[in-house]
């Protein structure tokens, strides 16, 4: 009990408090890139700071505005607690397994789009109804590549998944899957080229348009949180080699693979242009079938 | 006075009550405050029953109360778990829908409540009949009941001509449902010369032992007549013309228990009547196969919907599909592992309860939605949260329920229905197909019901609605709105009250021995689920532990919120800079997810369909011939050539109308004499 407790509150560190850190160096390489100096690694920590500071302006007095942001970073915090972070078994092991967390990062994304359909806004009707379009093609693959783990194991629990993943050395079906959930990360962080639903040039922003001040610092963590969590999610469930069963090597080791990660994110982020939503759409449907070629590999060793 | 009695007597007093309220039944409000005060009493008695069922065991009549001896037909009563489970569905719907169509029927002032109340209440009484006897005969005498009586509430309104034609499909496709079921039940009845359900479960038996092929003809020819009523596609077709066609209240029970007869049909025969074999593994993989059809394609079409109703009769049949699809499950592995067949029954039926939970629910917000705007297409409302807080509130916890959110009721059974068809499916792969269809729709069902939230109750007020007065809706429209969303969320929070409950039913269809112990399939876990579905597949969700981790988050993320003790200010919507007015940019129900909704585009010739439910199917125009149709037509050939042939003799008579007194006089003198004359003769 004290052990999940522990490692609880080692997640809870790591998506909070850690995630805007990955950030500055995220902008650092995006600066890199664009030949430009950039802005310090603190600047996130800084600008979360500062917007938790500001006006809260809201537009209706539809509870769902403010409340949203914070059910949506609270929702984040329990999927980082599903998953593991440098350990096998996640905190909240006793609680759910592959199908609660599916649906926590579903919620997450409800939450948002209800708060950008109760801020009136018609950009942010357009934003929600992109945002439901990408989760509608992006989650089955999640589910598939989640799920064609649990076939292997035989348990939908993801400390079974990694344990058989670990025994079983690296199998053509579990690269797959990790393949296909490496293909959207990049949409379920809204980075660019599928930062769709917000597009701040076409839209303004989409859903967050009328979420300013603290608002939207929770949110903006929240999507800090994300990067954390999926990186976490693709490097412990899908790859989860070298695995020492010593806690803080461990840890240190997923940090290192995170942050390999999310560079990749970011190097994709910064050459890409954005997508229309119904390219978005029909290159997902492609990696569906990617994912269901993993599934049929699963079954077949089975 | 035992049991039985206490059945017997709420049904009476049902009777009572469509009497007194066809008396009352041009005092609106006294009549429907009857059927409600006869609802709730025979709510109480029925509830007894069902408790009384779970605490003791069966009940049954020690002999029949009525008996038609020349076919070997017996009205015995008999109610078992499963019967005490859609009793208390139908008395708990059925209660609240009553008391919602207290002050809901104002809204149609121009139609007699004749035509209401004591349909609403024999209705209710077909459906209690239809689970409690153990007879083949009586289940279709009270079947047909159930179906007339919804028949003439789907036409209520009967001034509108679309109502009428959703209402002739429903009565067509439903007795052809029905004829199928009268011929498998008179197959068998040849064979038993009874109808008693042990009999027919002997034949059975004894068609199964001779290895006949008749028994799949019969099994066949049940599945038509339980998918039509329970709305599968293809045969469901009835249902979305039905459904929105029917007062809210109606609708609501329609979808939440009527349609659920047909499973309950289904469970008796599949399982109750039929032995496991190697029928009940191929007949559980076509239901399931059924219902993944219907979950597909009726959900996809409730993607394109834009009338509120009409939306929600498509997801009727997408979550019935879910229920057939766990179901078939059950029934298939019964013959191949109880624990998966267990477990999956479980799950079907779970869903079936919390179906009856939010799809009622959902029926009466879009209610509310109608009585107080007097529309129900999306693209006309909006902005309805700030004027009807509580069903605002209301539809969001059965929208979040139904899309299968986790701590609200959708989400255990959903959560069952995966777990079960993808580790239950590692020996069958087709199960884990079905299963990710079923996953992949439960994203589909959460877009639809975003679009009807932000439509209706969050985007900005239409200029249209600015003339009417919106306020929230009276007192007895909301009670029962909050009592169901409550139901939806004590069933997602607490599965440990219910999981025991719903395994001594799938237990009472015959396979109390025959499943697997109740602590072996959920292992004891504090206030959670541990599913043991065997061979080491296992897993875990605990929804009471799920919730205070949640709580201490929200916590979290609160505090979080209030470090930069930030201010709180209302300001006007931000349009860019540009100025306009709300009407001119109000998303529409209909943009909502238009790439999405291209894709699944489908046009084979002159026939198109805006998603996998074609539209447009022409209905075969049948040529009477004239003399049948002149036949028909008693006035022509009858009536009006006789009325015309007195009139005409008569008019021989006016030339004496000579307007004379004299001539009268005369007349009279004449026939005076006349008379005289005769009565000498005849003396």
């Known amino acids: 009990m004290s052990y999940a407790i522990g490692i609880g509150f080692l997640n809870i560190c790591l998506v909070l408090l850690l995630s805007p850190f990955l950030e500055g160096i995220i902008r650092k390489i995006r600066a890199f890139i664009h030949s430009r100096k950039g802005p310090p690694l603190k600047q996130p920590y800084y600008d979360l700071l500062k917007l938790l500071g500001k006006e809260n302006l809201v537009v209706s007095p539809n509870f769902l505005i403010r409340w949203a942001p914070i059910v949506c970073l609270a929702t984040i915090l329990i999927a980082g607690l599903l998953i593991p972070m440098g350990t096998i078994r996640p905190p909240l092991s006793v609680a759910g397994d592959v199908i609660v967390f599916i649906y926590f990062i579903t919620l997450a994304a409800v939450v948002i789009m209800m708060a950008a359909a109760a801020s009136e806004n018609p950009y942010a009707h357009i934003g929600a109804s992109r945002e439901m379009m990408m989760l509608l093609t992006v989650e089955p693959v999640i589910a598939i590549a989640l799920i064609t783990g649990a076939i292997n194991a035989h348990s939908f629990r993801i400390s079974d998944i990694v344990m058989w993943n670990l025994a079983h050395g690296p199998t053509v079906s579990m690269g797959i899957a990790g393949l296909s959930v490496f293909l959207i990360v990049q949409a379920q962080l809204g980075k660019l080229p599928f930062d769709i639903p917000e597009a701040d040039q076409e839209i303004m922003g989409g859903v967050f348009i009328e979420m300013s001040g603290p608002k939207y610092a929770l949110f903006k963590w929240a999507f800090l949180a994300k990067q ?14 070298p695995t020492t069963f010593i806690l803080w090597l461990d840890v240190l080791v997923n940090l ?5 990660i999310v560079i990749f994110v970011c190097i994709i982020d910064v050459v890409n242009p954005r997508l229309r939503i119904d390219q978005a759409i029909k290159y997902f449907f492609i990696i569906i079938f990617v994912a269901l070629m993993g599934l049929v590999f699963a079954l077949v060793q089975a | 006075m035992n049991t039985i009695q206490v059945l017997i007597g709420s049904v009476l007093i049902l009777l009572t009550g469509v009497a007194i309220t066809a008396i009352f039944s041009s005092y609106r409000k006294i009549c429907s405050w009857i059927a409600f005060l006869s609802m709730l009493f025979a709510a109480i008695g029925i509830g007894y029953t069902a408790v009384f069922v779970y605490l003791h065991g069966p009940v049954a009549t020690t002999q029949p109360i009525f008996t038609i001896s020349t076919i070997g037909a017996s009205l015995n009563l008999r109610i078992d778990e499963l019967s005490a489970l859609f009793l208390t569905v139908i008395s708990f719907i059925g209660l609240w829908a009553t008391l919602y169509s207290v002050d809901y029927m104002s809204f149609y002032k121009k139609e007699s409540l004749l035509r209401f109340s004591p349909f609403l209440l024999l209705f209710i009484i077909g459906m209690v009949g239809v689970v409690c006897v153990t007879d083949m005969f009586f289940f279709f005498v009270f079947w047909e009941f ?19 034609k959703a209402g002739f499909k429903y009565f067509l496709l439903t007795h052809i449902g029905t004829v199928c079921m009268y011929i498998a039940a008179i197959v068998l009845w040849t064979q038993s010369k009874s109808f008693d359900f042990n009999e027919l479960r002997g034949v059975f038996e004894t068609y199964l032992s001779s290895g006949l092929g008749i028994v799949h003809v019969v099994l066949l020819l049940f599945f038509v007549g339980f998918a039509t009523k329970a709305a599968i596609l293809p045969f469901g077709i009835w249902l979305p013309d039905a459904h929105p066609a029917a007062p809210s209240g109606v609708s609501a029970i329609l979808s939440g228990v009527m349609i659920k007869m047909g499973i309950y049909g289904l469970l008796r025969v599949f399982i109750f009547l039929c032995p496991i074999s190697h029928a009940t593994y191929i007949w559980g993989g076509i239901i399931a196969i059924f219902g993944t059809i219907s979950l597909f394609v009726a959900t996809f079409t409730a993607l394109i919907q834009e009338d509120s109703k009409r939306l929600l009769a498509f997801h009727s049949i997408g979550q019935v599909g879910y229920i057939f699809l766990s179901l078939g499950m059950g029934i298939a592995f019964l013959p191949i592992s109880p624990v998966i067949s267990a477990v999956a029954l479980i799950a079907g039926v779970y869903h079936l309860i919390n179906h009856a939970c939010f799809k009622s629910l959902l029926f009466l917000n879009a209610g509310s939605i109608l009585y107080q705007t007097g529309t129900r297409d999306l693209n006309k409302i909006g902005g309805l949260s700030k004027l009807m807080p509580v069903t605002a509130a209301t539809a969001l916890i059965a929208s979040l329920s139904i899309s299968g959110m986790p701590v609200f009721n959708g989400f255990i059974s959903k959560w069952l229905i995966f777990q079960v068809t993808i580790l239950g499916g590692i020996s069958h792969p087709l199960y884990i197909i079905l299963g990710l269809f079923a996953l992949f729709i439960s994203a589909v069902t959460l877009a639809s019901f975003i679009k009807f939230m932000a439509t209706s109750f969050w985007a900005k007020t239409p200029d249209s609605l600015k003339t009417r007065t919106i306020k929230e809706v009276p007192l007895t429209m909301q ?5 169901l969303a409550a139901m939806c969320i004590f069933l997602g929070v607490f599965p440990v009250v219910a999981i025991p409950i719903l395994y001594t039913t799938a237990g009472s269809l015959g396979l109390s021995g025959y499943l697997p112990q109740l602590d072996a399939l959920f292992r ?13 597949m296992a897993t875990t969700f605990n929804p009471f532990f799920i919730l205070i981790i949640m709580m201490i988050c929200t916590v979290l993320a609160y505090l979080i919120f209030k470090m930069g003790k930030s201010e709180l200010r209302q300001v006007e919507t931000w349009y860019c800079g540009e100025e306009h007015t709300a009407e001119e940019v109000r998303y529409k129900a209909h943009s909502f997810y238009v790439p999405f909704k291209q894709i699944f585009r489908i046009r084979i010739g002159k026939y198109w369909s805006e998603s996998l439910y074609l539209t447009n199917i022409p209905w075969p125009k049948i040529k009477v011939p004239g003399f049948i149709k002149k036949a028909l037509q008693i006035d022509r050939w009858f009536y009006y050539p006789l009325v015309n042939f007195v009139i005409k003799i008569f008019d021989r008579f006016s030339i004496t109308h000579v307007g004379v007194p004299q001539v009268y006089t005369l007349w009279l003198i004449i026939g005076m004499v006349l008379a005289i004359i005769v009565l000498f003769a005849l003396s």
């Open chain 1, 228 to 241: 954390v969590i999926f990186a976490s999610l693709l490097c412990q469930v899908f790859i989860p080699w």
């Open chain 2, 146 to 164: 159930m179906t007339l009586a919804s028949y003439l509430l789907v036409i209520f309104e009967k001034e509108r001509k679309v109502n009428l």
């Open chain 2, 524 to 536: 004891g876990s504090y206030l959670g689920l541990n599913t043991n579905l065997g061979e080491g």
């Open chain 2, 479 to 483: 009670i029962p709105q909050v009592v």
């Open chain 1, 256 to 260: 290192v693979k995170v942050l390999i």
